[in-house]
C-alpha cells in the first residue's frame, strides 16, 4: 500500500470544538477504515499544523476520497504528502539512467 503524510490545520469550526479532537480522530479512523485506508498514526502538534496523520492507502485516489471526506465535514483542512519508503525511493532511483 502506499503512505501518506498528511499535515492538518482546525477550522475555526474545529478549534471552536476542540474538546471533540480526540473522538473525532477515533472516527476518522473508523472511517478510513470503511474506505480501505489504514491511518498508521496521529499526532497532535504544536506550530503550523496542529495534527500529522501517517496513513496508508492503496491508491491516490483512495486517500483523496478519504481525505475530502473529512474535510467535507468542516472541522479541518489537510496537505497530503505522498511519502516513499526507503526500498521504493530506490526502486525509483534505480530507473534513472
Known sequence: MAMYISLIQFTEQGIRNIKDTVKRGEAAKAEAEKMGVKIIEEFWTM????????????????????????????????????????????SLLAKIK
Not at 55 to 80: C, Q, R
Open 47 to 90: 506550530g503550523t499544523y496542529d495534527v500529522v496523520v501517517v496513513l496508508e492507502a492503496p491508491d491516490d485516489a483512495a486517500a483523496s476520497a478519504f481525505f475530502l471526506k473529512i474535510g467535507s465535514l468542516g472541522n479541518v483542512k489537510s496537505h497530503t504528502l505522498r511519502a516513499f519508503r526507503r526500498e521504493e525511493m530506490e
